[in-house]
């Protein structure tokens, strides 16, 4: 069921996901949205279908479409906007939020409606996979396999994510990859982790590719090989302190030609939501196809990133010294 929006001269929508993060904060929020009726104009949307037939049906009303909840929510709002003029905005309700973060989206309304008000916006890459699109991080791996056991958790919120993730990775085997790069086989090995990624972080600052940026034309891979667990410590160090690309177990792909990923493993996650995709798997990049919204609080900065040792240049595909 969704609610009818506040159609007034307001340039944002926001679009709320009532189950989104833990229910009280949620709960808040949806009264602040409540509460300021008269200055802004939302609605509730319970689903995707629900969510994707709002917009279309509002889409020549408002200049900015904000996402009010998860990394779910703003994946599902954004592939609504890809290749347009509407900018996308994020209220971060989720457990993660790892692409909000990047962009300085805070948990505040009266900010928001202030950044709202100057309409500004970047323009950003959007990955494709096979037919979906990725707007921050998408893989295979630890991180895909806790997406989808969490996805079947009724608790939400960053702690059972914690402790889900510990129980995952005491239990985690490695799996099989093939990967080609322009139609050149330049990885077949076994991973922990393959991480596909157009931003920095997972969510909670949690930055598992430090070199990557939304607007550079790039697609960034972040492969890890299986390591003794008891070091998986240090790993959540580097993780936390953007120096995951420092460890020998740690290879960085960086190119803007097609990926094709050929694994039996098919439990992947786009956006930190579970997905089971057969076959080969095909990434391209989509350059500058999103509008999001410029933020006072956001730390993106449009400078050239230093590339590290470990890299594969594009156009290059030899092979990575570690």
């Given amino acids: 069921m969704k609610r009818k929006a506040h159609i ?25 949205l409540e509460r300021r009726k008269n200055d802004l104009s939302y609605c509730k949307s319970m ?3 629900a969510t994707g037939t709002l917009i279309k049906e509002n889409f020549n009303n408002y200049t900015v479409f904000v996402a009010a909840g998860g990394d779910g929510t703003v994946h599902t709002v ?7 003029n509407k900018i996308l905005g994020v209220l971060p309700l989720g457990s993660g939020n790892g692409f909000a973060k990047e962009f300085g989206f805070k948990m505040n309304v009266r900010s928001l409606l202030t950044d709202i008000k100057k309409a500004e916006s ?18 295979i791996g630890l991180d895909s396999f806790v997406a989808h056991s969490f996805n079947e958790l009724k608790l939400r919120g960053f702690l059972p994510y914690v402790w889900l993730t510990f129980k995952t990775f005491l239990l985690l085997r490695p799996f099989h990859v093939k990967i080609k790069v322009d139609g050149k086989e330049i990885i077949s090995e076994k991973l922990f982790v393959l991480t596909i990624a157009n931003t920095r972080q997972f969510g909670n600052n949690a930055f598992i590719a430090p070199l990557a940026k939304p607007n550079d034309g790039m697609i960034d891979i972040v492969l890890i090989r299986p390591f003794p667990k008891i070091l998986g410590t240090l790993f959540i160090i580097r993780l936390f302190t953007k120096r995951i690309n420092k460890s020998k177990y740690v290879r960085h792909i960086t190119t803007d030609k097609e990926i094709v990923i050929e694994t039996d493993e ?35 900065t449009t400078s050239t990133p230093f590339i590290s040792p470990g890299t594969i240049h594009p156009n290059k595909t030899s092979k990575i010294n570690i």
């Fill in 47 to 49: 689903n995707k279908a």
């Fill in 266 to 300: 098919t439990r992947f996650h786009i956006d930190g939501e579970p997905i089971d995709l057969y076959g080969k798997v095909v990434i391209r990049i989509k350059k500058e196809v999103l509008k999001v919204l410029k933020t006072s609080h956001s730390k993106f």
């Fill in 8 to 32: 007034n001269c307001n340039k944002a929508l926001f679009v709320l996901n009532p189950t989104s993060g833990v229910p009280p904060v949620n709960f808040i929020v949806s009264k602040e």
């Fill in 78 to 84: 954004a592939s609504e906007l890809v290749g347009s």
């Fill in 122 to 139: 970047t323009d950003i890459d959007v990955i494709e996979i096979n037919d979906k699109l990725c707007l921050n991080v998408a893989g």
